[in-house]
């Protein structure tokens, strides 16, 4: 099956602080990148995505980032909160088998 | 006005024992998953389903089955079941042909004894 390789797998950055997480993959046709947080005891929830056709997307304190030539995509978010810790997913579906494959996660704490 | 929803939320078992994990979408979606998140946190995809018909299988033993009475519902039923079963099993579900969100049901805590 598809390999999707996450990391880190734990990230602590202080209030205030960025955080960066990279997901690199193997089949090139994935066309699909989407990001999902898990809090905890929670579903995960889907909260940016991007498709192949761009570059880049940016909602508020988060964006994602794509480079299909490299195959790797990365969220990044600025003025990281409390509220930012949970355990991060990044995905990957071709669009044509109805296989969302997810990475490995990663747990980000955001300390005072 | 649960999007997906999954019955039951917790589930504890002697080993040996069989038991089913339910998963019902209103959302009008094409395609069901079920997923498994083990104490490690990893979401591995277990089956794929688009339109009652089965798309995914990844190696997972026999004794799990899917069943998919109608396309807005997608059952597991677990034979035999074993320690490593133990884990959280979610239900998701989104549009067919993928770019599209996926939508999670709130988790089913198997543990196995």
């Known amino acids: 099956g598809e390999n999707v390789e996450q990391h880190p797998s734990t990230l602590s950055v202080q209030e205030g602080d960025s955080a960066v997480i990279k997901c690199t993959y193997s089949d090139s046709a994935s066309n699909y990148f989407p990001w999902y947080k898990q809090e905890l005891g929670k579903r995960p929830q889907l909260i940016i995505d991007?498709?192949?056709?761009?570059g880049e997307k940016k909602d508020q304190r988060i964006a994602v980032t794509l480079n299909k030539t490299a195959k790797h995509f990365s969220l990044h978010i600025t003025e990281t909160q409390p509220e930012d810790s949970a355990v991060y997913f990044c995905?990957?579906?071709?669009?044509?088998?109805?296989?969302?494959?997810f990475g490995t996660g990663t747990r980000l704490q955001v300390t005072l | 006005d649960t999007a997906v929803s999954q019955t039951p939320k917790y589930l504890v078992t002697q080993m040996g024992n069989d038991k089913s994990i339910k998963c019902e979408q209103n959302?009008?979606?094409?395609?069901m998953y079920w997923y498994k998140q083990d104490s490690k946190k990893f979401l591995k995809i277990m089956f794929s389903y688009n339109n009652k018909e089965l798309i995914i299988n990844e190696t997972v033993p026999n004794r799990f089955s899917p069943k998919s009475p109608d396309k807005a519902h997608l059952n597991l039923h677990i034979n035999s079941l074993e320690l490593g079963d133990s884990a959280v099993y979610f239900c998701a579900s989104n549009l067919a042909g993928g770019f599209t969100e996926a939508f999670f049901g709130q988790g089913t805590r198997l543990t196995v004894v």
């Open positions: 959302l009008g979606h094409d395609t």
């Open positions: 991007i498709r192949s056709n761009v």
């Open positions: 995905a990957l579906d071709t669009g044509t088998a109805s296989k969302l494959t």
